[in-house]
């Protein structure tokens, strides 16, 4: 063999390894911009537990569902017997106005009945009006639970349709599992 041929052999090796090497590093960058990609997407999301899912759910639910649109018996009983009188309040207006009419065990079966259904048997709730209870059910201690979720509503109204007016009054709902 010749010089020639020898010289001419390692250029072709040594481009060889230069072109690995290059072909080695473009593809580590495209790695870790993928990777970069990846992790900063997952943590732009905030992280929503299922309980603060049920907890804006319920409180949605209680500040927005006017007692007309339930069909419930014991709000049917109420309001032919005249205890409710304005079936366009909401089910936390109307348990404020029970709350400041000094009918808190009306506000109490209220809760009771209208939220027997509407969150799941695991998950523990407590609802205040101005820091009283009014409704609580507990399936575990408050203090020990691992989730605890509050949200605080203001809700204000006026009294039969009078010029009674109550509000605004600080309701807060917990929701603990």
Excluded: C
């Excluded at 990846?38 to 899912?53: D, F, G, I, R």
């Amino acid at each position: 063999m010749n010089l020639v041929n020898f010289r001419l052999i390692g250029s072709i090796r040594g481009n060889k390894a230069q072109y690995l090497t290059i072909d080695a590093f473009i593809a580590s960058m495209i790695v870790a911009v993928a990777l970069v990609i990846v992790l900063a997407a997952k943590s732009a999301q905030p992280y929503t537990t299922q309980s603060e899912l049920v907890s804006r759910g319920f409180t949605e639910t209680l500040t927005s569902s006017k007692l007309s649109e339930l069909n419930n018996p014991l709000i049917i009983n109420l309001t032919k017997n005249n205890t409710i009188n304005n079936i366009d309040n909401t089910v936390l207006q109307q348990a404020t106005e029970f709350y400041f009419t000094n009918q808190r065990h009306f506000a109490t079966e209220l809760v009771k009945n209208v939220t027997y259904r509407l969150i799941p048997p695991q998950y523990s709730f407590k609802i205040l009006i101005n820091n009283d209870l009014i409704y609580e059910r507990a399936v575990s201690n408050e203090n020990t639970s691992t989730v605890l979720v509050s949200s605080k509503k203001l809700v204000f109204g006026v009294v039969n349709r009078t010029a009674l007016v109550y509000g605004p009054t600080i309701t807060e709902i917990r929701v603990w599992q």
